[in-house]
């Protein structure tokens, strides 16, 4: 069975500009989460999303947003790139958002703003 | 807020040591605890995931135990190969309820080098 998927691979912006980033998570996952890794750090949580609807959010700018279709693909759009918004974009996957449940995380998307 | 530490930061050791990884956080009300391993610009492979109740999970040459009381959690790596170098994080999730049932809080990460 396929992982988390995630589009595209890297993407380079300059600031001011708009960027969306997708998910797809393994089969039957209902649950998407989103977290950013500036170089040298651990992953901070952006969004989490189940069956569509806003389930949390991190300490992100309104110019995060995401949303969480029927197939329960996702995408995460950033707009008015700040060079601070450059690092890895992870995706996670998971059965639902409550329960013993792993999140299983994607490759992730590689964003330089410059 | 939940805060994460990792200690060390960095480790570097010959191949076929065995090797401790430490883990702790400030909230004792945790759903569960897991460590992932991260290869220099991918993605987070899980390792082990540990619930509240347990005290400890194994995988192989991995142990990973769980002190919730205290807040710590260790990581221990038997007779380490140099294809064990990756950073390794810690994650914890909080318990039921609120609006951040789902969210992990990560450490920071110990970037571990095994050298033949």
């Known amino acids: 069975d396929a992982g988390v998927t995630q589009s595209p691979t890297h993407l380079i912006k300059t600031r001011g500009q708009h960027v969306t980033l997708r998910c797809s998570p393994i089969?039957?996952?209902?649950?998407v989460s989103w977290y950013q890794q500036v170089l040298g750090q651990g992953p901070q949580f952006i969004f989490q999303?189940?069956?569509?609807?806003?389930?949390g959010r991190g300490n992100f700018p309104d110019r995060f947003s995401a949303r969480q279709f029927p197939n329960y693909s996702s995408e995460l759009n950033v707009n008015a790139l700040l060079l601070g918004d450059s690092a890895l974009y992870l995706c996670?996957?998971?059965?639902?958002?409550?329960?013993?449940?792993?999140?299983?995380f994607g490759p992730g998307t590689r964003l330089t703003v410059t | 807020k939940q805060e994460v530490t990792q200690i060390p930061a960095a480790l570097s050791v010959p191949e076929g040591e065995n090797l401790v990884l430490n883990c702790s956080f400030t909230?004792?009300?945790?759903?569960?605890l897991q460590w992932f391993r991260q290869d220099p610009g991918k993605g987070l492979t899980s390792l082990l995931l540990?619930?509240?109740?347990?005290r400890e999970q194994t995988s192989g040459r991995l142990n990973a135990s769980l002190d919730k009381s205290s807040g710590r959690s260790t990581l221990y790596i038997a007779a380490s190969q140099p294809g064990d170098s990756a950073t390794y994080l810690c994650?914890?999730?909080?318990?039921?309820?609120?609006?951040?049932?789902?969210?992990?809080?990560f450490g920071q990460g110990t970037i571990l080098t095994v050298h033949p």
């Open positions: 996670a996957s998971s059965l639902y958002f409550q329960g013993p449940y792993e999140q299983y």
């Open positions: 909230d004792s009300a945790i759903y569960n």
């Open positions: 994650a914890v999730r909080p318990s039921a309820g609120g609006t951040s049932y789902g969210k992990l809080t």
């Open positions: 089969s039957g996952h209902k649950s």
């Open positions: 540990i619930q509240s109740s347990q």
């Open positions: 999303y189940y069956e569509k609807e806003e389930r």
